[in-house]
C-alpha cells in the first residue's frame, strides 16, 4: 500500500487559531516533514468556504499551494483531492499545472472531479449546474487536458468548451502528460470517466463501497476496451488514532471542541459522521485490520487526513511507526 497525506489547509477548520501570517509556515513546515519521512505525497483539498459550513476562517487556494509546495519540497508527489473542474477553464488548468510539474520536477498528480459545494459554487458566480452538466465537464475537461500534455496544444468543440489551438508548452516534466485521479463514485457517469481516462480511482473507502465501486469500474473498463487492472484504486480516510480506545475518543473530543464556537454544537457532532467506525478510526492494531481487509480487495492507496495536523504531531507519528510498517 502506498500512503497520502493532506496539508492543513484550513478548509476543514484545522488552522483556526493561528494567526493568518503564519499558516504558510505552518504548512510549509509540515510539508517539508513529510518529504522527508516515509510518505508517498501530499494533499490539498480545492475549496473557497470552510466545512461543515461557511466561516471567516481560512481556506487556501489549492493550485496556489500546489506550486509554493513544489518549490518547497523535493522527492514527495503533490496532488489535489480533488480539483472542481468547473472552477478554472481547463486549458488554463492544464497549463497550471504542467508550470506546476516543472516547478515540482515532474512530482505533479491530477485529482479531478465535477465539483459538489454548491455554497462556494453561488458564492462565486459559477451558478450550481446540474449533475450531468458538470460531469460533462468533466469529460471534456480531461479530454483537454490529455490533449494539452502530450501534444503541446489543445482544440475541442464540445457541448461545453470549446478550444481551438490553445497552446500548452513546455509541456509537463512527466512522459504521457500528469497522471489523472477520477474522484467521485457516480456508478453511471463518473466511473465511466474514469474507465476511459483515469490512472487512479478514488471513491468510497468502507469494505463494502469499495468491493461495489470497484466492480462497476471493471464494468466500465469492459464496455470502453480499457484495462481495470491498470487502474490504481485508492480511497480517503480521516484518522484519530491512539494507544487506547479512550484516547482515540479524545481526540474525537478535541476535533469536537475546535469545531464548536465556529460551526455550533450540533454541526461539529456531527462532523464525527465522518470518523465513527471508519476504516481510519482506532487504535494501530484496529486501523491496521480495517485496512487490511480493504488492501486484499485491491485498494493500494490510502489519503490520510488528521484532523490535528497543525498543532500536534504525535498521531502522525503512531500512525508512521506503528500502521504504516505494516500495510506497505
Same mark, same amino acid.
Given at each position: 500500500?502506498?500512503?497520502?497525506?493532506f496539508?492543513p489547509?484550513?478548509?476543514?477548520?484545522?488552522?483556526v487559531g493561528?494567526?493568518?501570517a503564519?499558516?504558510?509556515a505552518?504548512?510549509?513546515?509540515?510539508?517539508?516533514?513529510?518529504?522527508?519521512?516515509?510518505?508517498d505525497?501530499?494533499w490539498?483539498?480545492d475549496?473557497?468556504?470552510?466545512?461543515?459550513?461557511? +466561516?471567516?476562517?481560512?481556506?487556501h487556494?489549492a493550485?496556489?499551494?500546489?506550486?509554493a509546495l513544489a518549490?518547497?519540497t523535493?522527492?514527495?508527489?503533490?496532488?489535489?483531492?480533488?480539483?472542481?473542474?468547473?472552477?478554472r477553464?481547463?486549458?488554463?488548468?492544464?497549463?497550471?499545472?504542467?508550470?506546476?510539474?516543472?516547478?515540482s520536477g515532474?512530482?505533479v498528480?491530477?485529482?479531478?472531479?465535477?465539483?459538489?459545494?454548491e455554497h462556494?459554487w453561488?458564492?462565486?458566480?459559477?451558478?450550481?449546474?446540474s449533475?450531468?452538466?458538470?460531469?460533462g465537464r468533466?469529460d471534456?475537461g480531461?479530454?483537454?487536458?490529455?490533449?494539452?500534455?502530450?501534444?503541446?496544444?489543445? +482544440?475541442?468543440?464540445g457541448?461545453?468548451y470549446?478550444?481551438?489551438?490553445?497552446?500548452?508548452?513546455?509541456?509537463p516534466l512527466?512522459d504521457?502528460g500528469?497522471?489523472?485521479?477520477i474522484?467521485?463514485?457516480?456508478?453511471?457517469?463518473t466511473l !465511466?470517466?474514469a474507465? !476511459?481516462?483515469?490512472?487512479?480511482?478514488?471513491?468510497?473507502?468502507?469494505?463494502?463501497?469499495f468491493t461495489?465501486?470497484?466492480?462497476?469500474?471493471?464494468a466500465?473498463c469492459? +464496455?470502453?476496451?480499457?484495462?481495470f487492472g491498470a487502474?490504481?484504486r485508492?480511497?480517503?480516510?480521516?484518522?484519530?488514532?491512539?494507544?487506547?480506545?479512550?484516547e482515540?475518543?479524545q481526540?474525537?473530543?478535541t476535533l469536537?471542541?475546535?469545531?464548536?464556537?465556529?460551526?455550533g454544537a450540533e454541526?461539529?457532532?456531527?462532523a464525527?459522521g465522518?470518523f465513527?467506525?471508519?476504516?481510519?478510526?482506532g487504535?494501530?492494531q484496529?486501523?491496521?485490520?480495517k485496512?487490511?481487509?480493504?488492501?486484499d !480487495?485491491g485498494?493500494?492507496?490510502?489519503i490520510?487526513?488528521f484532523?490535528?495536523?497543525?498543532?500536534d504531531?504525535?498521531g502522525?507519528?503512531?500512525f508512521?511507526?506503528e500502521?504504516?510498517?505494516?500495510l506497505?
Amino acid at each position: 500500500m502506498r500512503f497520502g497525506l493532506f496539508v492543513p489547509q484550513g478548509w476543514r477548520l484545522d488552522l483556526v487559531g493561528i494567526d493568518p501570517a503564519d499558516q504558510w509556515a505552518v504548512m510549509r513546515d509540515f510539508s517539508v516533514r513529510a518529504d522527508q519521512g516515509a510518505w508517498d505525497s501530499l494533499w490539498v483539498y480545492d475549496h473557497f468556504h470552510t466545512v461543515p459550513a461557511p +466561516t471567516e476562517e481560512a481556506t487556501h487556494e489549492a493550485w496556489t499551494l500546489m506550486s509554493a509546495l513544489a518549490a518547497s519540497t523535493s522527492r514527495i508527489r503533490l496532488g489535489q483531492m480533488c480539483t472542481a473542474m468547473s472552477y478554472r477553464n481547463p486549458a488554463y488548468l492544464a497549463k497550471v499545472a504542467a508550470t506546476t510539474d516543472l516547478i515540482s520536477g515532474g512530482r505533479v498528480e491530477m485529482g479531478i472531479g465535477g465539483g459538489w459545494y454548491e455554497h462556494e459554487w453561488r458564492a462565486y458566480g459559477y451558478g450550481f449546474p446540474s449533475a450531468g452538466e458538470r460531469l460533462g465537464r468533466l469529460d471534456e475537461g480531461v479530454q483537454i487536458m490529455k490533449q494539452a500534455w502530450t501534444t503541446g496544444s489543445a +482544440t475541442l468543440d464540445g457541448k461545453h468548451y470549446q478550444v481551438d489551438g490553445a497552446i500548452c508548452r513546455p509541456l509537463p516534466l512527466q512522459d504521457g502528460g500528469i497522471p489523472i485521479w477520477i474522484a467521485g463514485g457516480g456508478e453511471k457517469v463518473t466511473l !465511466k470517466i474514469a474507465a !476511459k481516462y483515469a490512472q487512479y480511482t478514488n471513491f468510497d473507502g468502507t469494505p463494502e463501497g469499495f468491493t461495489q465501486k470497484s466492480e462497476i469500474l471493471r464494468a466500465h473498463c469492459d +464496455t470502453v476496451g480499457t484495462d481495470f487492472g491498470a487502474i490504481v484504486r485508492s480511497a480517503n480516510y480521516n484518522v484519530a488514532i491512539g494507544s487506547t480506545e479512550a484516547e482515540v475518543e479524545q481526540r474525537l473530543a478535541t476535533l469536537v471542541e475546535r469545531l464548536t464556537p465556529h460551526v455550533g454544537a450540533e454541526k461539529a457532532e456531527a462532523a464525527l459522521g465522518a470518523f465513527r467506525d471508519l476504516p481510519g478510526v482506532g487504535t494501530p492494531q484496529q486501523i491496521i485490520e480495517k485496512l487490511s481487509v480493504l488492501k486484499d !480487495k485491491g485498494m493500494s492507496y490510502g489519503i490520510f487526513y488528521f484532523p490535528e495536523a497543525a498543532y500536534d504531531l504525535s498521531g502522525i507519528e503512531q500512525f508512521e511507526s506503528e500502521v504504516m510498517p505494516a500495510l506497505r
